[in-house]
């Protein structure tokens, strides 16, 4: 069962334009969803989040959309960059039964993102 | 300040073996969660340590097992390796459930 699923394998865009990468997720109990990027041969870098209260936040060049109800995020970058092109993975974080959370995420399968210059 | 450190990078077994994953985690941090991650597939949660103990388990049989140590630094062992194992292994620390840092992975290969 794929909670948080990213359906485009890969992206293509020019240097300058938005990138824009897409999630759903299914599990109402996710609280809090996190973007990372991931260069070959290293591990994941946390990028942004966003907790389930607000709907958007921005970190530069970076914004993360939420819309719980259509249980959809997106991660916009603008202008982007060649230096941008790696694998982005959304991941999610659940709320336990007494309301606390252990940290465990829940990934989706990456999207290839390849900034042409 | 050293980040999240792997041990080894890479590594190849045969079936039936047994291995051995060693993490350090990021200084000050107390919580160690293991991934593993497939060819073409995003991260997949095996387990979190914290306090040297078991707190919480994804979907993985028992021959997935890890431990904490009191310096917080942490194992993962896999016992009766199959085929399937065969995967990137990522170690990630935090502070209790702030955002979690990954270290680079170990390579595994089960021929």
């Known amino acids: 069962d794929q909670q948080v699923k990213q359906n485009s394998p890969s992206l293509s865009v020019q240097e300058g334009r938005i990138s824009i990468l897409n999630c759903d997720y299914t599990?109402?109990?996710?609280?809090?969803f996190l973007w990372y990027k991931k260069y070959p041969a290293e591990g994941p870098t946390f990028l942004i989040s966003i907790s389930s209260i607000k709907d958007k936040n921005e970190d530069g060049r970076f914004t993360v959309f939420l819309n719980k109800s259509a249980k959809h995020l997106s991660l916009h970058i603008v202008p982007s960059q060649p230096g941008d092109s790696a694998v982005y993975f959304c991941a999610a974080r659940i709320i336990n039964a007494g309301g606390t959370s252990y940290g465990k995420l829940t990934f989706g399968q990456g999207t290839i993102l390849t900034v042409h210059p | 300040d050293a980040g999240v450190t792997q041990s080894p990078t890479h590594l190849i077994k045969t079936r039936g073996q047994q291995v051995t994953l060693r993490c350090s985690p990021k200084?000050?941090?107390?919580?160690v969660s293991w991934y593993q991650q497939a060819l073409g597939q995003g991260p997949q949660f095996i387990f979190q340590y914290y306090e040297e103990e078991e707190r919480q388990r994804g979907n993985f049989p028992d021959r997935f097992s890890g431990h904490q140590f009191p310096n917080y630094s942490s194992e993962l062992n896999v016992n009766a390796l199959l085929l399937g194992d065969s995967a990137l292994y990522l170690c990630?620390?935090?502070?209790?459930?702030?955002?979690?840092?990954f270290g680079p992975g170990t390579r595994l290969t089960v021929l």
């Open positions: 599990n109402s109990m996710f609280d809090y």
């Open positions: 990630a620390s935090s502070f209790i459930t702030d955002e979690q840092f």
């Open positions: 200084s000050g941090h107390d919580t």
